[in-house]
T-cell receptor
Framework: DVKVTQSSRYLVKRTGEKVFLECVQD?????MFWYRQDPGLGLRLIYF???????EKGDIPEGYSVSREKKERFSLILESASTNQTSMYLC???????????FGSGTRLTVV | DQQVKQNSPSLSVQEGRISILNCDYTNSMFDYFLWYKKYPAEGPTFLIS?????DKNEDGRFTVFLNKSAKHLSLHIVPSQPGDSAVYFC??????????FGGGTRLMVKP
């Protein structure tokens, strides 16, 4: 089974902190994605990566950055956490962009 | 502009009855459609998909129907079970490009 593992299920951080969300996949997928899910807004794409060291902005990249130094790992960075970044963050991977995605279990981030 | 829309944010159904979840899209170039199911505090999981060359795909209790002329797809769950209570997302892609997701519909199946 393809596995996408997100390092934390729940996180509480303070406003202004730098936050790292880690995601690892074990199926040698080229493509990895970061989404956030908010009530009434569905899944919104933050960033995606189609290869090591490659990244593309999604629909809502402001306040976020990403890092992909190794194929299996895609990190989402909140440079200076704010309360409006309180959300469920979902990582996903796929072999090709239009394939079905495999999602991680999500990280519920609360910024206080 | 939302290219994939799920106009019903929530749906309540009695156990044993049919659940019908709807999804509309605007991009006529979409050629592959998927449904995902998401439980609270978990990531979405793939449920069923359909290619634009078909108009129906069935997997057990789940059937997806595609009406290309209306740019509409629907997911039927028969019979509905309490364990089907979740948020359902439809998604679409064009020529192997990235998935575009709808806003989700929360299904509640009452015992």
């Amino acid at each position: 089974d393809v596995k996408v593992t997100q390092s934390s299920r729940y996180l509480v951080k303070r406003t202004g902190e730098k936050v790292f969300l880690e995601c690892v996949q074990d199926m040698d997928h080229e493509n990895m994605f970061w989404y956030r899910q908010d009530p009434g807004l569905g899944l919104r794409l933050i960033y995606f990566s189609y290869d090591v060291k490659m990244k593309e902005k999604g629909d809502i990249p402001e306040g976020y950055s990403v890092s992909r130094e190794k194929k299996e790992r895609f990190s989402l960075i909140l440079e200076s956490a704010s309360t409006n970044q309180t959300s469920m963050y979902l990582c996903a991977s796929s072999f090709s962009p239009g394939d079905g995605y495999t999602f991680g279990s999500g990280t519920r981030l609360t910024v206080v | 502009d939302q290219q994939v829309k799920q106009n019903s944010p929530s749906l309540s159904v009695q156990e044993g009855r049919i659940s019908i979840l709807n999804c509309d899209y605007t991009n006529s170039m979409f050629d592959y459609f998927l449904w995902y199911k998401k439980y609270p505090a978990e990531g979405p999981t793939f449920l069923i998909s359909i290619s634009s060359i078909k108009d129906k795909n069935e997997d057990g209790r789940f059937t997806v129907f595609l009406n290309k002329s209306a740019k509409h797809l629907s997911l039927h769950i028969v019979p509905s079970q309490p364990g089907d209570s979740a948020v359902y997302f439809c998604a679409a892609s064009e020529a192997g490009n990235m998935l575009t997701f709808g806003g989700g519909t929360r299904l509640m199946v009452k015992p």
